[in-house]
């Protein structure tokens, strides 16, 4: 029994990763033809019934370009570090929970928080191993800022954990059945998405690929391979934060339609805000993110603790 129950669990993993790499694929489509829209031009439409075959087209060109390499690169890890920026964000779509359950567990928050710092390490070894002056300012920009952000950002999340008492991401289900969290705490929610922005290296917070000063930042020396596998781990996370927001405070209901198309929504305001919003300042994203977001999330952690401690006292 034990045996068929691995192999189910990983084929469930299998055709989770697949689809979320067909997701990716049709995320980057959307992002292009939106942009098109925004810039009033029409974006991809030729390759395909309305460009829908471009993404694949581009995925076969970029996997079959020359791989080409910097002469003074620490070449082991050069090769390595997208590897592992894409094996730690699909890694990261494990923790989701699925009605088959597959791998959701207890601490499946707790995984979350893990995972996603380690692809600090993935950027910062891109960045040193190229030995290149504007990938490595490209990396310790990115690892600055994420570092920083990754602060607001647990705090903010355990301001949602203290109303559900658990690191299970099913629980956020149980707990939104009435009322949405984004009603209860609408502030804590828009630092999220904010905070998510620029954890997840996205417009108006790209200062990693900052390209007037930095030519693309951490990747600049990657092509063909290197460079698809770093583009699918960022998009992957992209989705993934979508699909964390709809948990965290738009009632994720895996049983519903509804929930998938608040995915896509969210995903939707990712690509508006890059196709709307001028590049931010470098200084004032420190500032934001010390000043601004910790203060206002530990105040409201203590808030929320506080209310919880009343809650449970009233059901005690």
């Not at 088959?100 to 995972?115: P, Q, R, T």
Request: net charge neutral; with cysteine.
């Amino acid at each position: 029994m034990m045996v068929k129950d691995i192999i189910l669990m990983f084929l469930s993993s299998l055709i989770l990763l697949v689809c979320v790499l067909i997701g990716v694929a049709f995320l980057t489509l959307m992002e292009r033809k939106v942009l098109g829209y925004i810039h009033i031009r029409k974006g991809p439409n030729k390759v395909g019934f309305i460009g829908m075959l471009q993404p694949f087209s581009d995925a076969i060109k970029l996997f079959t370009k020359e791989q080409t390499f910097p002469y003074m690169a620490n070449l082991g890890l050069y090769y390595i570090s997208p590897v592992m920026n894409l094996f730690l964000a699909l890694l990261l779509w494990m923790c989701m929970p699925f009605f088959s359950i597959n791998l959701n567990f207890n601490l499946s928050i707790l995984f979350f928080l893990s995972i996603s710092s380690l692809g600090v390490y993935t950027v910062m070894m891109a960045g040193w191993s190229s030995n290149s002056n504007y990938a490595m300012l490209g990396s310790m920009r990115a690892v600055a800022q994420t570092i920083s952000y990754e602060v607001s950002l647990v705090l903010i999340l355990l301001s949602y954990l203290f109303l559900i008492l658990s690191f299970d991401i099913f629980s956020l289900m149980k707990y939104q059945e009435y009322i949405w969290f984004i009603f209860l705490m609408l502030p804590l929610s828009i630092m999220w998405l904010v905070s998510s922005l620029a954890e997840t290296n996205r417009s108006p917070f790209d200062f990693a690929e900052g390209e007037s000063e930095l030519v693309s930042g951490f990747n600049v020396e990657y092509s063909s391979g290197g460079f698809a596998m770093i583009f699918l781990a960022e998009y992957a996370s992209i989705l993934f934060m979508s699909m964390a927001c709809s948990m965290l405070f738009l009632g994720g209901n895996l049983n519903s339609f509804l929930f998938f198309l608040k995915v896509v929504l969210v995903s939707f305001f990712w690509v508006w805000v890059r196709g709307t919003l001028p590049r931010y300042r470098y200084d004032k994203l420190m500032y934001l993110a010390w000043k601004s977001y910790l203060p206002v999330s530990l105040n409201f952690l203590m808030f929320y603790f506080g209310l919880s401690l009343i809650v449970m006292s009233y059901s005690l």
